[in-house]
């Protein structure tokens, strides 16, 4: 057995991790206790690494328009036709749709390739969906992108602001560190700014639900009430900082009852939240994508950062603004300039000094001397027919952008696409031209940088399956075909991430933040045991600094913060016609577009179909019951989901998880239905705030079904499919009456049920069951019946690993229940250790009253630590979690 030291490719918390090959070729995942990320910890996503390393879905050869063919073929095929419409239409004619999923070295080679070579900066990223908000608002304040802080300020801080970012299911680790760190110092005081009742409410001594895009009325009325309360840092503001004055005026020319109406809170509350920032002195406020996806997201970020600056509260120990990513490198993204915005080494596209700087050391024959396309407009020069020749790697916009049709048209029309990808059926790898396999998590090779600036290695523990390749190797190979020999002649990726920080130091003399020049001549060896570390690490120092802007020196050109003058203008999205307030986000046990976490049973088990978050208000006057199906609309498409009754949403507000696809769900693609709105200086995206129409999705039957194979719905209305341990579980609705089971169910199973099931129907409900076994085990169950199905999912996804020797047992999975000496779990809370919701709420009737006793009791909470939250929730409430609303 063999163990790897290498990092959870998820999100941007960037925990280490070890990984042990087992002599059965399984591979174990456990936290690294020795890295500063985690120190051990993961969240039931990280721990469950393992699981997703199967080759099923695999893209494994090169393809031409769907044939395989050799990588000579392919990469031949790639370089002329971008060589050619840079011939005939000019550099902007083509572009790279990158990721925060690449490695830096691939995001080096990536960004070289188009800016230095190709001589365009048409290359951008779903990074740009994620922070853009929050690069633009540190670039305005600091000059440069740079987060002050470190993680370990979350555990010294007094009180935690977290605006817009549930971290419980989003950065879980982050959240069992502050949540240690509140156990321990129960004097910590947490704020939760978010419009819903997040899990990660239950770490909150305050939650403010405010309105959409109301956080800069928030903060700029902190700006105020700070100064009225004569708490601002006089010295700093002086000494360090532009533009106070001006910010402060613009702040106090808010009203009171714009305040009020902006963010939808009452002013105890602000007072309360007001007076809590202006005594304490250690302040760390945290924010994500409920911030940055905005159309008015680099806004926020200037509100937060200046009641930080205006205090002095910034670069100290416990205190600054934090912007925590969604991706596992997207920092490593912005530090290669891998945005069409930005140039390399945090050096600026618009400086010509800057351009000079990069092109004489890449000794390039081009640089753009502008700004290239960011994501939303490079979809739409896609659909006009600007760009002729498009290459994504490693992320999936038919599912992750606004307007999603439009994105997925725009792609098919596309004279040539390219795509790079692990995965063989995402929605959009099947609109590619050519195929090019590439390198999963446990091949990879490179390096990553998380939320706090700290670089770890990714390391390969897997060899590569058939004929993937890194996807620097990709583009090294296709610069070459184009004629890029020199610039592109890489051995390996510590080749490049030498040249990435050669790069870092090079006529820098700390007129920039990002210097890693300490590492421009790292051996291979010495690259393979890198440890983690945070930039910067210049050359001829000993220990690096790991916080910034404590005595100012910023990256402007008078080396001061400055303050930004915004004003307030949240957008009212709701009309008439289209009533409700639409917010997506993500759940505890998804990644993104579900290429690698739908493969693992464990973690599909949580939340196994799309849902809507709908108060209990709206529900009553829509006539939805609890696990009715809705369909939520606008002009732009129409999507199908689960109706999830819960007074954790705003009335008039809805919430639906981004993760599920065309691969998954029937229709269930929730960023078709937002526009591409963006924000004016980021570039990025409004994906929390769209108008919509909300009704009761009325098919004829409901139905569910646990089969050992997996089901092919056709074009059913409404199914959501998920992996169990045992086969599959699907949720699904038809609109034409289904008489007989027998057929349907070898329909939608491809003719595999060779035997006569057994069957239960029943005339007065219209409730129809039929049963299919094979070799005394179960094959399929399908349940169909007017209503939403009444059934223990969880006792019959586990009947599928079980045996059925007696009619009379085969008679208990007709009745969808357990037999009454088998308790009925219900829907899975811990993931970790299978405890269902029913387990906690009888455990709580026989004393278990905490969190603690619970895990002491039944494990639950006791190895990730993800599902806290719920638990605590659960012994609030005694409420069955959400998966199994039906049963
Ligand atoms: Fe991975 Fe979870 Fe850590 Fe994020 S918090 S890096 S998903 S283990």
Redesign the pocket.
Known sequence: MTTTKTT?P??G???GVLATQQADGSVSIEGDPNHPA?FGR??S??AALGETLSLDDRMLYPQVEGQRVSWDNALDLVAEKFVDSINEHGPDSVAFYVSGQILTEDYYVANKLMKGYIGSANIDTNSRLCMASSVAGHRKAFGTDTVPGCYEDLEEADLIVLVGSNLAWC????YQRIAAAKEARPEMKVVLVDPRRTMTADLADIHLPINPDGDVALFSGLLVHLSKAGVLDADYIENYTSGFEEALTRAASLSNEQLVQDTGLSLDAFNEFYSLFENTEKVVTVYSQGVNQSDCGTDKVSAIINCHLATGRIGKAGMGPFSITGQ?NAMGGREVGGLANMLAAHMNIEDENHRALVQDFWNSPTMPHQQGLKAVDMFQAVADGRIKALWIMATNPVDSMPDANFVQDAIKNCPFVVVSDVSETTDTVRHANVKLPALAWGEKDGTVTNSERRISRQKAFLEPPADAKADWWHMAQVAKRMGFEEGFDYRNCASIFREHAALSTYHNDDSRDFDIGALSTINAKDYDDLAPFQWPCRAGEKVSETRFFSEGDFYTPDRKGRFIPIASKPRQVTTEDYPFVLNTGRIRDQWHTMTRTAKTARLSSHLAEPFCEIHPDDAERLHIGDADLVALSNERGTIFVRALITDRQKPRNLFVPLHWTDQYAANARVDILFASVVDPFSGQPALKNVAVTLERFQPTQYGFLVSKEKPDFGCTPYWALAKTEGGWRAEFAVIKPVDELSIFGNTVLGDTLHDSPQVYNDKQSGDKRAVWFKDGKLHAAMFLAPQPVIASRRYLTDCLLQDFETPLSRHEVIAARPPANRIEKGGMVCSCFGVGANEIINATASGCHTVKAIGERLKAGTNCGSCKGEIACLLEKHIVAITDVAS
């Not at 950065?171 to 982050?174: A, G, K, L, Q, T």
């Open positions: 959870c998820y999100c918390v960037g925990c985690n993961l969240c996503k990280g950065h879980p680790v982050i596992p």
